[in-house]
């Protein structure tokens, strides 16, 4: 066992042996050379190894962990997490009302049961993630408040090197892995996207992103502007409206909203006739698949007729008077940006009964007591939050280098948006925009085990992904088209993601649940893409 700073102080020490050798100073050397093994030794005692590190303690994380422990009993590994808590995004966001934007029978994990309303709270997902950290003993395998700085892959060891820091910055532990299994997410969860409007400094009320909301926010009988109306914005404005003097909805542009009742007609059906939960929990995720599956499949075909029932199931909740024009009227097709689900219509009980109002105008500048428009409204305002988005964070920020040499991200060619070239023994979790992000943990999960498993069973210690040499004239393209997928949090920061390989299907992130079901697990571990050594 070693680690890679070890041989960088090991010849400091014995340069300065030698120049002692060289003066006659038999002692001094002696003394070094005690000095040299004190430092061997504590600095093998700051270093772990194991076989796999998995990086984030969030939903991918947890879920990952349990598909390796339990399909690869035999690899040691940790999870580390840069917060003193599991949940990840579910530990982050503290504002009102956080809730999922999925539901929980696809978003929840395919081996793990949920048991509630399919829209579920954040302390609920919490919860479930509690119960399959307790069921399966992986709390012991999390390092909690350590923050990765830097992984360096080692060809010659065959071995990801791992620098962190712990708490407030300290100097963190080293650790040595063979396998890095990504699990971090794709935003950064300390630095929201926060537009620089001009006057902000002006503004005497409270301005606050909704990703740094804290419990002494005071909303009570205050005048709101939120801004924005993603899925943020539809979850925390019913929950303020209540007890705020009015709550206003301030978008630059309107966004699709789904609205049901948070239950599942077919779930309740099955208790009623005494089906056990295990067989429950499968036959509504399949039932939830395949509507998702028709609805992203209807709104490239007939997105008008979409639309229309869309608005039908909003009027469900609004009333048959509410205005759709121009504040519920989006100018893309559904789909092309995420759905906003509002379970049981509760933001559009909201705005029917005059608690919640929309106005869809551009931001000019801040003024003392609120926001003044582009058309020359002026927005009273005791509080301003900021429903903003995210910045996208590439691998978590985090330092990378293969053989000395730093990765970038942004030039580097992804195969199936998990894997990349010239980057040996990682995989990505990416999940999906369109469907829950965590079907895509359970498909990776049984990938990276057989891939482990078989390089276990070949004898060999590392993968490289390999382009193709007939891509060699190809071009490196964005990770997903613009006529794709679009939100501004995506396009803002695309050009850092990693490229697909011109129009090959293999060389991207397809963003397609369905087809990848299929292809993930017939992947050819001994194709051309693979090399092994």
């Avoid at 000095?35 to 947890?62: K, M, N, R, T």
């Avoid at 705020?244 to 301030?250: G, I, K, N, S």
């Avoid at 330092?399 to 023994?425: C, H, I, L």
Wanted: with cysteine.
């Amino acid at each position: 066992l070693r680690c890679d700073p070890l041989p960088i102080k090991i010849r400091g020490s014995w340069r300065l042996a030698r120049f002692f050798a060289a003066k006659n100073a038999a002692a001094e050397e002696s003394k070094v050379s005690e000095v040299l093994q004190e430092q061997v030794h504590s600095d093998l005692s700051a270093c772990e190894e194991f076989d796999v590190l998995i990086v984030g303690a969030g939903i991918s994380g947890i879920g990952s962990a349990y598909h390796l422990k339990v399909q690869c009993p035999g690899k040691s590994f940790i999870i580390v997490e840069s917060q003193d808590h599991f949940g990840g995004t579910w530990n982050t966001h503290k504002y009102p009302g956080v809730r999922s934007d999925s539901d929980l029978y696809t978003f929840g994990y395919r081996f793990k049961p949920w048991v509630g309303p399919p829209i579920a709270t954040a302390q609920g997902i919490r919860r479930y993630l509690k119960e399959v950290i307790e069921d399966n003993d992986l709390e012991a395998a999390i390092r909690y408040s350590t923050r990765i700085t830097r992984c360096s892959w080692s060809s010659t060891d065959k071995k990801w090197t791992v620098d962190t820091q712990g708490a407030g910055g300290a100097l963190g532990k080293t650790y040595r892995c063979n396998f890095l299994w990504m699990c971090q997410g794709y935003y950064d969860h300390d630095n929201p996207y926060l537009p620089n409007w001009s006057g902000m400094e002006d503004f005497k009320g409270e301005l606050i992103h909704a990703q740094k909301w804290n419990e002494n926010v005071d909303y009570k009988d205050k005048q709101v502007v939120v801004i924005g109306s993603g899925a943020t914005a539809a979850t925390i404005i019913p929950a303020m409206a209540d007890e705020a003097a009015h709550v206003t909805m301030l978008q630059r542009s309107p966004t699709y909203f789904f609205c049901y009742p948070n239950r599942s007609d077919l779930a309740d059906r099955l208790r009623l006739i005494g089906v056990d939960e295990t067989t429950i929990h499968r036959c509504v995720r399949l039932d939830y698949l395949n509507n998702l599956k028709t609805l992203e499949r209807r709104s490239r075909e007939e997105p008008d007729v979409v639309f229309d029932e869309l608005k039908n199931m909003i009027r469900q909740y609004a009333g048959e008077n509410l205005e759709f024009a121009p504040h519920f009227t989006p100018k893309y097709r559904p789909w092309q940006q995420r759905l906003a689900f509002i379970p049981d219509g509760d933001m559009f009980v909201k705005i029917k009964e005059g608690r919640v109002s929309a106005v869809t105008d551009r931001i000019q500048r801040f003024t003392a007591d609120g926001i003044h428009l582009e058309s020359g409204v002026d927005l009273k305002a005791d509080l301003v939050v900021a429903a903003t988005g995210f910045n996208l964070l590439v691998m978590g920020g985090i330092e990378f280098a293969v053989d000395g040499k730093p990765v970038n991200w942004s030039q580097t060619a992804t195969y199936r948006g998990m894997m990349f070239a010239g980057v040996p023994n990682l995989v990505w979790v990416f999940g999906y925009f369109r469907a829950s992000w965590t079907l895509r943990v359970d498909l990776l999960g049984d990938f990276v085990c057989r891939l482990l498993q078989h390089m276990s069973e070949k004898g060999v210690s590392q993968f490289d992904i390999v382009l193709p040499e007939s891509a060699s004239n190809e071009p490196l393209m964005p990770w997903i088209e613009d006529d794709n997928f679009n939100p501004g949090y995506l396009m803002r920061d695309i050009d850092k993601l990693p490229k697909r390989l011109g129009e090959r299907p293999e060389w991207r992130h397809t963003q397609n649940y369905w087809r990848e079901a299929d292809e993930i697990p017939s992947v050819d571990l001994e194709g051309p893409e693979f090399a092994y050594r």
